[in-house]
C-alpha cells in the first residue's frame, strides 16, 4: 500500500490511533544520591501538564537499574523496561545536567541501550549547570542526530547560580515560562508529525 493510501485511506481504528494524545516522557538524566534533577523534571511536567495537549511522564533512569553496557549477559528486566518504555513514547524532554562540559556517564549509557526506539521521534532540551548546561545540551544534539531523533531549537537553560539556592532548591526565575511554552510547543508538533510518519512509513 502506498504511503498516501495509508495516511489518508484509514480506517476508524487507524484514525483513532493518530489522533490520540501524544505520550511524551520527561528523561531525567541524573541518577547520583543528592542530584536535582527530580526537582526539575516535576517542574516541567508541572508546566506541561497544564496544557493538557499530551500524556507527560516523568521517566527516571535510576529506576530502570540498567547495568554499564556491555559487562553484563543483558538479561536484566530493567533492559526490557527501559526499551518498552521508550518504544511507547512519542516524543521526549530530556532533563540534561552539565558534568565536565557534557551529559552524565547514566544518561549516554541509557541512551546507548537502545536505538529503533529513539528513532523519528521529537526531543526538547531543559538543561542547567553553571552556564546552563548549554555544553552538555549541545553533546546530546549530536547524539540525538544519529539516533534520528528530532531535537527542537528552542532549548531552556538554567542557571545554577539563579535558579537554584545552595545549588541545590530549585527556584526557577519566571523568565523561563516563555522558553519552557515554546519548547513544549514545538516537541508535541514535531512529535505528531513525526507520529504520522511512522505510521505512514511504518517505521
Ligand atoms: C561529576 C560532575 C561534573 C560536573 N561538571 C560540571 C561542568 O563541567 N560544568 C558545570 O556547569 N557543572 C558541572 N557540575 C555541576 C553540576 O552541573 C551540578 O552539580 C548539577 O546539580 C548536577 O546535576 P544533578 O544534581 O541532577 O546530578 C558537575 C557535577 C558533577 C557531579
Keep these: 500500500m502506498g504511503f498516501l493510501n495509508k495516511l489518508f485511506g484509514k480506517t476508524n ?13 520527561i528523561i531525567l538524566g ?24 499530551a500524556n507527560y511522564e516523568i521517566i527516571d533512569i535510576a529506576d530502570f537499574n540498567l547495568p554499564f553496557l556491555g559487562t553484563t549477559d543483558g538479561t536484566e528486566p530493567g533492559i526490557t523496561a527501559w526499551s518498552d518504555k521508550l518504544a511507547s513514547m512519542d516524543g521526549f524532554v530530556f532533563i540534561v545536567q552539565e558534568y ?24 526538547g532540551i531543559v538543561s542547567y549547570g553553571s ?6 545540551a549541545e553533546h546530546l544534539r549530536g547524539i540525538l542526530g544519529e539516533l534520528q531523533v528530532a ?7 538554567l542557571s545554577m547560580f539563579t535558579d537554584f539556592e545552595n545549588f541545590s532548591e530549585f ?20 512529535s505528531g508529525a513525526l507520529k504520522t510518519l511512522r505510521f505512514a512509513f511504518s517505521l
Design 100 to 123: 565536565n562540559h557534557s551529559i552524565s556517564g547514566a544518561l549516554k549509557n541509557a541512551i546507548d541501550f537502545a536505538r529503533d526506539e529513539w528513532a523519528n521521534k521529537a526531543a
Design 13 to 25: 481504528q487507524e484514525e483513532e490511533t493518530t489522533m490520540e494524545k501524544l505520550n511524551i516522557g
Design 30 to 53: 541524573s541518577t547520583r544520591q543528592g542530584r536535582v534533577s527530580p526537582q526539575v523534571g516535576e517542574w516541567v511536567k508541572g508546566i506541561a501538564d497544564q496544557r493538557g495537549d
Design 151 to 157: 531535537d527542537v531549537r528552542t532549548h531552556p537553560t
Design 171 to 190: 527556584k526557577p526565575q519566571d523568565l523561563h515560562q516563555d522558553n519552557m511554552k515554546m519548547m513544549l510547543d514545538q516537541v508535541n508538533a514535531w
Design 131 to 136: 552556564t546552563g548546561g548549554a555544553r552538555a
